[in-house]
């Protein structure tokens, strides 16, 4: 048998374990809802596609020749492989460690809250959560996933898209008593900021405060004054406190605005171009582990966007 084998061989190699097992092309018709003459022919497919024959046909039925033999165990321990390991994952016995790497405001705001629906799904995998700012270079060799934030590339690894990321001021409601009105940007000029200074590499540390913005048009006011951090989730935590006015990630939010810790003061979230990628190596997903914690990822980034339709519109509000 010459190339590979195509979507057809394995249909045939299907109706070949049930013929097998009965010894009868007319019993396996009947357990496939096909006509014994559909089984006979494809089965005369089949050999022809291997180059020998499977089958003896007698009078009285078939009989397997030795190449028939050896193929209908090779099927059968196949399918027992098969069953059983569908019945581990019915289960949930996948089991082991895994080295999961995530930027820090990402693995404290978003992730962290989430891990309880994951060790009810999976108990038996344990998780070695590393934080690491995307500055940090990748070796693949030192984690089994990784979450960055980033616009780029990752040569030498697989990606998947987990959630686009969009931006907007915040403050807490008791920043603005005894103030001059925050109805707009101009109205900055009377207020603390907050800068996360690791959001725009390579830039200034007022980088991200400027680049909000020029995205809504007030590009031009000076914003090179207050606080600076180097995570996200601190500065979002000194607005929280009272300290000023911080440009919040939205899924870096968990129900501040919700519960009213947070509100907006004025403008609409933008894209700020930046997206949270699940990181791998070529190889990265063969192992159940990785590839469960994987699928768990994606599933709980399609929740929040449904649950977070706003993160996806730009044209409105948040507040």
């Known amino acids: 048998m010459k190339g590979q084998l195509n979507g057809q061989v394995y249909v045939w190699l299907h109706v070949f374990a049930c013929a ?33 024959r499977l089958f003896l046909r007698r009078a009285r039925g078939v009989e397997l020749t030795a190449e028939g033999q050896r193929l209908a165990q090779t099927v059968s ?14 289960a949930g016995e996948i089991r082991g460690t895994l080295r999961l790497r995530s930027i820090p405001s990402f ?16 108990p038996d995998i344990e998780l070695r959560l590393v934080a690491e700012d995307s500055s940090q270079a990748l070796d693949e060799s030192e ?73 809504i048009g007030a590009d031009g006011l000076d914003v090179r004054r207050g606080h600076t951090f180097n995570r996200n989730h601190l500065s979002i935590e000194a607005a929280i406190a009272g300290v000023g006015v911080a440009i919040a990630r939205r899924t870096l939010l968990n129900d501040e605005l919700e519960r009213g810790a947070l509100i907006v003061p004025f403008g609409v979230p933008i894209a700020n171009h930046k997206r949270y990628v699940l990181l791998y190596s070529q190889a990265g997903l ?7 914690v994987h699928d768990w990822l994606v599933e709980e980034a399609q929740s929040f966007r449904a649950l977070h339709p706003l993160a996806l519109d730009e044209s409105k509000p948040l507040g």
């Open 20 to 52: 097998a097992r009965h010894l009868s092309f007319t019993r396996c018709a009947e357990e496939l809802h096909i006509t014994p003459g559909a089984v006979s022919q494809q089965m005369r497919q089949l050999e022809e596609r291997l180059g020998f």
């Open 77 to 90: 321990d196949a399918y027992a492989s098969i069953e059983a390991e569908l019945l581990r994952l019915d």
């Open 286 to 292: 063969l192992q159940p582990g990785a590839r469960a």
């Open 143 to 215: 984690f089994d996933l990784a979450i960055d934030l980033n616009d780029g590339s990752y040569p030498g690894m697989l990606s998947t898209p987990l959630l686009d990321e969009q931006i907007f001021p915040v403050c807490s409601p008791a920043l603005l008593r005894g103030r001059p009105p925050l109805h707009g940007p101009a109205d900055l000029i009377h207020y603390p900021l907050l800068h996360d200074i690791t959001a725009w590499r390579g830039s200034s540390e007022y980088a991200e405060w400027e680049f909000y913005l020029r995205g």
């Open 107 to 122: 693995l404290a705001k978003w992730l962290t809250p989430r891990l309880p629906r994951f060790q009810q799904r999976y």
